[in-house]
Structure formats: C-alpha cells, structure tokens
C-alpha cells in the first residue's frame, strides 16, 4: 500500500497568515492527489482533486500544487472559517490512502 | 440537493455483525462508485471500501478483506457494508461517500454512523 504522511501534524496560526501543509508519498502518484477539510463532529469537505483543481465553491485562497511524490496545500489567508483538519488522499491505486491530518488551530 | 444517509449503527459484542445502510438521493445513483470511510475516535480517515456503479467492482482495505462485504441496490438507491466478525479495531463513524467522476475521490460525503464493538 501506499503511505502518504503528511506534516505537520498540527499547527498553530493567527488570522492572515499564510499556512502550508505537506504531504509525502511513498512512491510516485504522479498528480492523484486530493485534499480534505474537515470541522468537528462533521463529514470531511472535498477541497481539491488531481493536485491543484479547486472544487466547486471552495475559496480561492485554497490551492494545491506538487506531482510525484511530494505535494503541498497552501491556505493564501487564513480565515476563522479555516481552523479545521486538513487531510490528503493517494488515488493512485487500491488500496486508498490518507494521510494522518493537520489539525490547524488558532494561536 | 444531494444527500448522502447512513443508518444501522450501535452497539454490538465482539465477533458480532452489523449492516449499514446508505441511502442515496439528489443524484443517479446508479452512475456513480461508492465508497465507505471510517474514523476512529480522535484519530484520521481510513478507507474501507469501494464499489463500482454496476457493483461488478468491489475493493477492500487489507484490515476488513475478509469480514466486510459491500453492496448496493440500484432499485433503491442504497449502499450498504455487511461486517462480520467485528473487532474492538472496527468502532469508529462509518461515513458513505459517493466517488466523482474521473478520480476515486470523494465528493459527497454522507452524516456518519458510529459503530461500537464493545463488550
């Protein structure tokens, strides 16, 4: 299976900043990437698929970017409506794989 | 709207079993994979399953190869997971989600329903 570890595992920011999130393959997955927010007690959001597409309705201060094995999540402005866990999934290839999620909380 | 709603949850015994259920609607349902993901208390997403539109196609974790089984009706619009064999490792919410189109991710995302294997 695939292993997708993702970094880091939490983070402090204040409103306005600027936040990236990482996440590693294990072996290439060319740009079947995609990322999830999730807020508590709900189901996960899609964010972003193939790397860097940004889903219907999702704000523009979210994009994704990488291909191979390393790929990233950068949150331009950080909102209040953005302190969420952010999680990756490979689609590469069965079995599907996420990664262990960043928990983004407010200093 | 699109909705995604799963039932059947709750508590069972170790070496137990259980059926969800995910009912669909808002959307042909027949034309679209699915897919049941789960999450342990406090802990991340874990894929568990997947099955084709036509249900020709089915994919499974390593984890529950074995004593889960997916399935859907068309007719009905419903998604289900028969588990097997339940394990303490096994409680967590069971989210269905439908695939989209071109990529084996998720795009909607039902409530979730918590299975608890406990003694």
């Known amino acids: 299976a695939i292993r997708i570890t993702q970094s880091p595992s939490s983070l402090s920011a204040s409103i306005g900043d600027r936040v990236t999130i990482t996440c590693r393959a294990s072996?290439?997955?060319?740009?079947?990437l995609a990322w999830y927010q999730q807020k508590p007690g709900k189901a996960p959001r899609l964010l972003i698929s193939?790397?860097?597409i940004l889903q219907s309705g999702v704000p523009s201060g979210f994009s994704g970017s990488g291909s191979g094995t390393d790929f990233t999540l950068t949150i331009s402005y950080l909102r209040s409506e953005d302190f969420a866990t952010y999680y990756c999934?490979?689609?590469?290839?069965?079995?599907?794989?996420f990664g262990g999620g960043t928990k983004v909380e407010i200093k | 709207e699109v909705r995604l709603l799963e039932s059947g949850g709750g508590l069972v015994q170790p070496g137990g079993s259980l059926r969800l259920s995910c009912a669909a609607s808002g959307f042909t349902f027949s034309n679209y994979a699915m897919s049941w993901v789960r999450q342990a208390p406090g802990k991340g997403l874990e894929w568990v399953s997947a099955?084709?539109?036509?249900?020709?196609?089915?994919y499974y974790a390593d984890s529950v190869k074995g004593r889960f089984t997916i399935s859907r009706d068309n007719s009905k619009n419903t998604l289900y997971l028969q588990m097997n064999s339940l394990r303490g490792e096994d409680t967590a919410v069971y989210y269905c989600?439908?695939?989209?189109?071109?990529?084996?991710?998720?795009?909607?995302w039902g409530q979730g329903t918590m299975v608890t294997v406990s003694s």
């Open positions: 193939a790397a860097s």
């Open positions: 989600a439908s695939i989209k189109t071109g990529g084996d991710v998720f795009d909607i």
């Open positions: 072996q290439g997955i060319s740009n079947y």
């Open positions: 999934q490979q689609y590469y290839n069965y079995p599907l794989t």
């Open positions: 099955l084709s539109g036509s249900g020709s196609s089915t």
